[in-house]
């Protein structure tokens, strides 16, 4: 029997594949000659423009990223898709992912980021396709606990948020231990770029030092300035995810820039990168504040480096200048961010 290159081709699954990692996932495994397949939530608009710039008519025989209408709280949804794309690795990328928001959104935090990460794993035992797991854990998971963090660091979340990261850890743990599944958690420290949404931290700076560089705004208002956190750079981090599932055996990893900053570090250098003067523009409002606070997250990535050769080259002061230069440039190009085009509408591949 003649084997085609499309048989042989590997074939990935991602949850949250319009989001920041997701399409940088989606990326990266393109590049490496994947066929990939992405879980879209059904909108009323389009939410692809992280992805847009992948775009190939599903009716090329060349194509190679398909979307697929499903929820991560549908079981019956999941269960179908993985019989029918029938992956070779399975990435669940797919979250509520911003802390503050986890306090006011409890309930719907659990039912996606934890209750979603178990349905996903129960729904790939049952379907008995022999795809490799990969969980995308939280540095918020260690919470109170001192750093550096590292894999066997005691977990102490301090959010709905880092709660329910913590079940979804545990729960990939337990189906890797109980059912023998190829299952990783990659417990990735926070990790950025010009894709990040505009809510959270990091991008909600360095577009505020855009807008009030270009006489847009004049204010940027901030909560706690005094919050320490490892930051890296997204490209680099889904590489390491990548190379998680490449692993013989299924293990747990840390991914970490290894270096601290704290949030006014990260404002004072984006705003010095425009020219500007942080302490001018910058207003503290205490809404932004959260009910109980991680004070400093600092990651210890030793163990990726040795077992997988994988370590991070950009730090949070180089993301800082990098998410600037980006965020001014899509404002003068009238775009979300300079490296994605506009293109036109996805096919989605019908339900099955």
């Given amino acids: 029997m003649v084997t085609s290159e499309t048989d042989q081709r590997k074939r990935a699954l991602i949850t949250g594949v319009t989001g920041q990692d997701g399409s940088y996932l989606a990326e990266l495994l393109l590049g490496k000659g994947y066929e990939v397949h992405g879980l879209m939530r059904r909108a009323s608009s389009f939410n692809t423009s992280r992805i847009d710039h992948l775009y190939q008519d599903a009716h090329d025989p060349e194509a190679r990223l398909f979307l697929h209408h499903?929820?991560?709280?549908?079981?019956?949804?999941?269960?179908?898709?993985?019989?029918?794309?029938?992956p070779d690795e399975i990435y669940n990328l797919?979250?509520?992912?911003?802390?503050?928001?986890?306090?006011?959104?409890?309930?719907?935090?659990?039912?996606?980021?934890?209750?979603?990460?178990?349905?996903?794993?129960e729904a790939l035992r049952l379907s008995e396709v022999p795809a490799r797991f990969y969980q995308a854990s939280s540095s918020e998971m260690f919470g109170?606990?001192?750093?550096?963090?590292?894999?066997?660091?005691?977990?102490?979340?301090?959010?709905?948020?880092?709660?329910?990261?913590?079940?979804a850890h545990w729960?990939?743990?337990?189906?890797?231990?109980?059912?023998?599944m190829h299952a990783v958690s990659g417990i990735l420290f926070n990790h950025e770029s010009p894709r990040r949404g505009e809510t959270f931290v990091t991008?909600?700076?360095?577009?505020?030092?855009?807008?009030?560089?270009?006489?847009?705004?004049?204010?940027?208002?901030?909560?706690?300035?005094?919050?320490?956190?490892?930051?890296?750079?997204?490209?680099?981090?889904?590489?390491?995810m990548?190379?998680?599932l490449q692993a013989d055996e299924p293990d747990d990893f840390v991914l970490a820039t290894g270096t601290a900053c704290s949030v006014r570090d990260f404002v004072e250098a984006a705003f010095s990168h425009a020219g500007l003067d942080w302490e001018k523009h910058?207003?503290?409002?205490?809404?932004?504040?959260?009910?109980?606070e991680v004070d400093e997250l600092i990651g210890d990535a030793s163990k990726a480096q040795s077992h997988l050769g994988w370590k991070a080259s950009v730090t949070a002061l180089d993301l800082a200048r990098l998410m600037v230069d980006a965020d001014i440039a899509a404002?003068?190009?009238?775009?979300?961010?300079?490296?994605?085009?506009?293109?036109?509408?996805?096919?989605?591949?019908?339900r099955r």
């Fill in 70 to 86: 499903g929820d991560i709280t549908d079981t019956s949804r999941l269960t179908s898709l993985i019989q029918f794309v029938q």
């Fill in 94 to 121: 797919a979250a509520q992912s911003h802390v503050r928001v986890s306090f006011t959104e409890p309930e719907h935090t659990t039912q996606v980021t934890a209750i979603g990460a178990a349905r996903i794993l």
């Fill in 144 to 167: 109170a606990t001192p750093p550096p963090q590292r894999e066997d660091t005691a977990l102490h979340p301090r959010s709905p948020y880092g709660v329910s990261k913590v079940f």
């Fill in 171 to 180: 729960m990939t743990r337990n189906y890797r231990d109980g059912f023998g």
């Fill in 203 to 240: 991008r909600k700076v360095t577009r505020a030092v855009a807008r009030i560089k270009a006489g847009l705004e004049t204010e940027l208002w901030m909560g706690n300035l005094d919050a320490v956190r490892d930051w890296g750079y997204a490209p680099e981090y889904v590489e390491g």
């Fill in 242 to 244: 990548w190379r998680m």
């Fill in 282 to 292: 910058v207003r503290f409002d205490e809404r932004y504040l959260r009910p109980t």
């Fill in 331 to 350: 404002l003068e190009h009238g775009t979300g961010w300079v490296d994605t085009p506009d293109l036109a509408d996805w096919p989605v591949v019908p």
